[in-house]
């Protein structure tokens, strides 16, 4: 049984940063891409960040770009996103998922966590 277990939300002030982990269980983690969408109140998901397999490659959404740092750690099966200069608008349930696919659509994924809030405050 797969199961992606996120780590490390809560609040903090506008500004400030975050640390999210994933840990993975019951899947060859290494031959999965990682990565991390979120959904805002109100919102669709989107997507955030992915690392390939190797982490050889990331990816980044426009708007956490320069801002957010995924990394992973094959050894230990988890993912991580640092988060800094956060803002209110990053305010989300922020989802770890697992992908073999070379693109990141919502519906595409094959395993997804059940979420960690992100709450940011102005």
């Known amino acids: 049984q797969v199961q992606l277990v996120e780590s490390g939300g809560g609040l903090v002030q506008a500004g400030g940063s975050l640390r999210l982990s994933c840990a993975a269980s019951?899947?060859?983690?290494?031959?999965?891409?990682m990565g991390w969408f979120r959904q805002a109140p109100g919102k669709e998901r989107e997507f955030v960040a992915g690392i390939s397999w190797s982490g050889g490659s990331t990816y980044y959404a426009d708007s956490v770009k320069g801002r957010f740092t995924i990394s992973r750690d094959n050894a230990k099966n988890t993912v991580t996103l640092q988060m800094n200069s956060l803002k209110p608008e990053d305010t989300a349930v922020y989802y770890c998922?697992?992908?073999?696919?070379?693109?990141?659509?919502?519906?595409?994924?094959?395993?997804w966590g059940k979420g960690t809030l992100v709450t940011v405050s102005s």
């Open positions: 998922v697992a992908n073999r696919k070379s693109y990141w659509y919502p519906g595409d994924m094959d395993y």
């Open positions: 019951g899947l060859t983690f290494s031959s999965y891409a």
